[in-house]
């Protein structure tokens, strides 16, 4: 292949070989092909680690590896990838932290970890999509889920959700922060 | 833990961020300060592509704006910002039966009284609307009662791990018989077992009190209540030891120098097939190690591989003898 950018454009494949490859194709490809996945990474990890408490940092470096991997070469297929990152984590982690005896019984299964998600990915279909959203609606603090929906579902401005529910811009603010990060833990992480 | 700073706290700036560019006074600054931040770790970039797609996503929610009648709906309201696909959406998610809802529909209560059970075996999690989580052991039943200032769990019968998100205006009470625990902001386990009652405190505070309210004791993390009969005692563990102890909330059973005996009653509780111990001598050999909580093959494998005993299935029993 010529080496110019103008073919390294034009011949950019979905799946990518990772030339031509822009930040914002790198960034598109994550949210598409990786954050679906993360409910059955959580599971995935808690059930080889033995403190549930490391499992939300476990998961970051997981991300952190597989987009830096990505931004050098997009890997295909991605399922895969992404689980045999996260299994090497682990076992690097175990690695260091003396953790052996007990949990190795425990990891036997961890030569499995393909068959463990089969059958397709909650992805896409907007209606299912509809539904999981009204289910993460449903599970927010009460006032954050207040602010939500006047935001999201009314399209209130800050300043009339402010009138309405009687308090300071700044904790519509607050709130609307706070829904922010619950709606994403529950759209990507809710089983 | 992680190579880089607490995941809780990059997804919390992420959060941030991501809200603050949604405010009119967002600027030219605060997008180079954002780029800034984004450039410093590939920590911050995924947690912000995650919850700006999250947040993005949420514009769907509008398809639920007001009555999915067929007719367009108010241009004030709707089509200023929202693509037709919305109502297309809308009018999908009526004939899936999600209905559709106007703001004030999700605003009023809840209905507040639920039953939950697990059979043998069986585990569920629930998630409540003031985002604290009950985890059900096998063969367990709860009840949850929400109303107004009152938050109740009564456990009526196995075992539970609550993860509370306290409210000093609403504390979270669980009724275990003639006992009650009052969250003051916490995760504990409670499992009731005949006329056992324990308790396990793995983060905050909780106050053991008798139905009548008076106080008997407070609990803070490490401290594991027993109470059977009249006697309660408190002991303290380790984090370690009450992490492998809770270790059914991922399916494991985990054992430290444990006799065969009580490997076999914990196992029990979970399969219909039940493991008898015939001699004594095999009751109080020990064992260590983790096993799946519904294999009952993975400890008979065991007894007869490493422990050289005899394992025979008599109908609905597994016994085990040398």
Known sequence: MAETPESNRENADPHGSGAGMTASDVNAWFVREVLPLEAGLIRFLSRRWRNKKDVEDLLQDVYMRVYEAAQKEMPHPVRPFVFTVARNLLINRSRREHVVAIQSVADVDLLNVFDEEPGPERNVMAREELVRLQEALDQLPPRAREAVIYRKIEGLSRREIASRMGIAEQTVNRHLTDGMYAVAELLWGKP | ?322
Do not use: C
């Not at chain 2, 607490?6 to 009119?24: F, G, I, P, Q, S």
């Not at chain 2, 065969?260 to 399969?271: D, G, M, P, Q, T």
């Not at chain 2, 039940?274 to 993975?298: C, E, Q, W, Y």
């Open chain 2, 1 to 322: 833990m992680s190579e880089t700073a607490n995941a809780h706290d990059v997804k919390a700036l992420a959060a941030d961020w991501r809200d603050r560019k949604d405010r009119e006074d967002w600027s030219a600054e605060d997008q180079a300060a954002l780029d800034a931040w984004l450039a410093q770790s590939s920590a911050h970039m995924v947690a912000y592509l995650r919850v700006d797609a999250a947040w993005t996503r949420a514009d769907r929610l509008s398809a639920l704006r007001g009555n999915p009648t067929p007719q367009r709906p108010a241009p004030t309201s709707s089509s200023r910002r929202t693509p037709p696909m919305l109502f297309r959406m809308a009018a999908a998610a009526l004939v899936l039966g999600v209905a559709g809802y106007a703001a004030s529909d999700y605003l009023k209560p809840k209905p507040v009284a639920h039953t939950y059970a697990t059979a043998i075996g069986g585990s569920e999690t629930i998630r409540l609307s003031d985002g604290s989580r009950i985890e059900l052991n096998t063969d367990t039943v709860l009840r949850t009662e929400f109303r107004g200032n009152r938050r109740f769990v009564a456990l009526e019968k196995g075992e539970a791990y609550f993860d509370i998100v306290h409210d000093a205006q609403r504390p979270l009470i669980v009724q275990v018989g003639r006992q009650r625990i009052v969250d003051l902001g916490t995760q504990f386990s409670v499992h009731r077992d005949e006329g056992r009652l324990e308790v396990k405190l793995v983060e905050g505070r909780a106050q053991f009190e008798s139905a009548s309210g008076k106080k008997l004791a407070v609990l803070t993390p490490g401290d594991v209540l027993v109470k059977r009969g009249p006697a309660l005692i408190v002991t303290r563990k380790s984090e370690r030891v009450l992490s492998d102890e809770l270790s059914w909330r991922r399916g494991m059973l985990t054992f430290l120098h444990t006799p065969l005996s009580e490997v076999a009653h914990e196992l029990n509780r979970y399969n219909r097939q039940k493991i008898v111990i015939a001699d004594a001598s095999v009751a109080r050999l020990t064992m260590n190690g983790a096993i799946p909580a519904t294999s009952v093959s993975a400890f008979t494998n065991t007894a007869r591989d490493v422990f050289g005993l005899k394992v025979e299935t008599r109908g609905n029993d597994i016994v085990i003898s040398h």
